[in-house]
């Protein structure tokens, strides 16, 4: 079913719009939130949150690509339930990844930059090569591990950082010169 049905569903409240979005995009959010919280139960708890959410928001939202919308919802949630979960102790692997990211984007931007962030970063990714742009999402939106990374584009971990730390350097010097970072 394409994805404009699966919202049309959602719009006359429909319960078949819960069981075609499971079917098509349950997988896909599973992931996500696995590979934040690392944890079968947990992920499975986001993921029907996500579709309850999902019930919630559409109408009257009407989301252009509901893969993103879904997986988005399902990233949300599982950041919320890793801080709730990691209240008084950190996980490496998530640490990590913020850290990295930090290096190269402020953990404070205030509210009036945050539409400025936003736009910012989709140029930023749009002037990427392919690979870059995916190695880089992998990393920072689905919290993959390098190994991972590495793995499924057939690169060796070691290049999988160099791409990594250069691109947020790039990253870091393309925020500079649109004045988000000072």
């Known amino acids: ?98 850290e990295e990211y930090y290096e190269s984007v402020p953990d404070g931007v205030s509210i009036e930059n945050q539409f400025a962030l936003k736009e910012a970063i989709n140029r930023f990714l749009a002037s990427l090569k392919k690979q870059t742009r995916i190695i880089f999402l992998r990393r920072y939106w689905y919290f993959c591990t390098v190994k991972e990374i590495a793995d499924g584009m057939h690169l060796s971990e070691s290049n999988v950082k160099v791409i990594l730390h250069r691109t947020r350097s790039s990253f870091k010097e393309f925020l500079e010169k649109e004045g988000i970072l000072v």
Do not use: H
Not at 15 to 43: F, P, Q
């Open 1 to 98: 079913m394409e994805d404009r049905e699966i919202v049309e569903l959602f719009f006359v409240r429909s319960e078949e719009a819960i069981r075609e979005s499971e079917a098509k995009y349950g997988k896909y959010c599973y992931t996500i939130a696995y590979n934040i919280l690392c944890s079968n139960e947990d992920s499975e708890e986001c993921v029907n949150d996500t579709y309850v959410n999902a019930w919630e928001s559409i109408p009257p939202q009407r989301p252009q690509s509901l893969r993103c919308f879904l997986g988005c919802i399902t990233r949300n949630l599982a950041l919320n339930r890793y801080d709730y979960n990691t209240a008084k102790k950190r996980s490496e692997k998530i640490t990590v990844v913020w």
